[in-house]
């Protein structure tokens, strides 16, 4: 089993606190011989007619030595396990969450900027100090 990161606690609460309910933690996806894990999946219940919007969920903390080298670590993480996804649970969509003094920072410099202009790119801010999602990119339907 993977170490959690370590925001991980932090944001299933802040998740739990915008009314998701946390289905799995970790997440294990199967491709293959070789499984997976995600840091947890979670779904909210929008309206009865409508089901469920389902996520999973990567928490990223970007405290490694090389900002370049934990942008290509998340990068990867999220586009590889949105693939497995869109073969297995074609509804469950991949959100990176990173901290609003992450965002704020590294995520305006010019190479985190390519990130977020990738089509199908998904990530969520969240305030470590009041466990709160702040921000959804895109805005998550609810």
Known sequence: MAAKDFHHDTVKTALIKDGWTITDDPLVLKIGIRNVLVDMDAEKLIAAERGATKIAVEVKTFIGASFVN???????QFFLYSRILKKQDSLRQIYLAVERNVFQTFFKQEVAQLLLE??????????????????????INS
């Not at 790119?121 to 702040?134: G, H, P, Q, S, Y």
């Open 118 to 139: 990738e089509p199908g790119f998904r990530l969520f801010v969240f305030d470590a100090e009041k466990e709160e999602i702040i921000e959804w990119k895109p805005q």
């Open 70 to 76: 934990e942008l290509e670590k998340a990068w990867g």
